[in-house]
T-cell receptor, first 117, second 111 residues
Framework: AQKITQTQPGMFVQEKEAVTLDCTYDTSDPSYGLFWYKQPSSGEMIFLIYQGSYDQQNATEGRYSLNFQKARKSANLVISASQLGDSAMYFC??????????????FGTGTQLKVEL | ETGVTQSPTHLIKTRGQQVTLRCSSQSGHNTVSWYQQALGQGPQFIFQYYREEENGRGNFPPRFSGLQFPNYSSELNVNALELDDSALYLCVSSQEGYTQYFGPGTRLTVL
């Protein structure tokens, strides 16, 4: 069974500062993928960044980077230079082995980020 | 814009009724998954269809059922609605690979 743990229900950050959202995971699959999604109050799920379990480098996408520590089973999201528009719920998710068309995502409980002036 | 659409956007039903939610995926996406997201929670996997066959199911009772059609559309049916079924229902489509495309969701309220 796969499990995602997000221990920060809410976070506050000042505009233009960096913030780290924590995510730890548990799985017995040798191959897996880790995702971060942003969900504004409108409800749409916006893909931010992806890290494969065999990727050697930490993933980066613009202001988003993923601090992947495989031995610790952690996949923290770092947002640099926070903007007011970053205020939203953030979900960490994991997908296991995709052979046979398997695509199930297991989500954490989310972290509500509030960016302040 | 993910190219995945869901209808209706909002829906209000009463306990005991039946509901059908619809999703239209991108052409060529042979996998569709449905998730239930209760207020303040992360999405929970309901089931997945791959080439019109169910090939994975989460911890949901049989009154949750689905269909996937050859034209890349799909349905989620829920019978005998309960108050706890009130949630945002998300459709996710993908081709074989990593990118998953979320629809905007259908917000279901059961009174």
């Amino acid at each position: 069974a796969q499990k995602i743990t997000q221990t920060q229900p809410g976070m506050f950050v000042q505009e233009k500062e960096a913030v780290t959202l924590d995510c730890t995971y548990d799985t017995s699959d040798p191959s897996y993928g880790l995702f971060w999604y942003k969900q504004p109050s409108s409800g749409e799920m916006i893909f931010l960044i992806y890290q494969g379990s065999y990727d050697q480098q930490n993933a980066t996408e613009g202001r988003y980077s993923l601090n992947f520590q495989k031995a610790r089973k952690s996949a923290n999201l770092v947002i640099s230079a926070s903007q007011l528009g970053d205020s939203a719920m953030y979900f960490c998710a994991m997908r296991g082995d995709i052979t046979g068309g398997g695509n199930k995502l297991t989500f954490g409980t989310g972290t509500q980020l509030k960016v302040e002036l | 814009e993910t190219g995945v659409t869901q209808s209706p956007t909002h829906l209000i039903k009463t306990r005991g009724q039946q509901v059908t939610l619809r999703c239209s995926s991108q052409s060529g996406h042979n996998t569709v998954s449905w998730y239930q997201q209760a207020l303040g929670q992360g999405p929970q996997f309901i089931f997945q269809y791959y080439r019109e066959e169910e090939n994975g199911r989460g911890n949901f009772p049989p009154r949750f059922s689905g269909l996937q059609f050859p034209n890349y559309s799909s349905e989620l049916n829920v019978n005998a609605l309960e108050l706890d079924d009130s949630a945002l229902y998300l459709c996710v489509s993908s081709q074989e690979g990593y990118t998953q495309y979320f629809g905007p969701g259908t917000r279901l309220t059961v009174l």
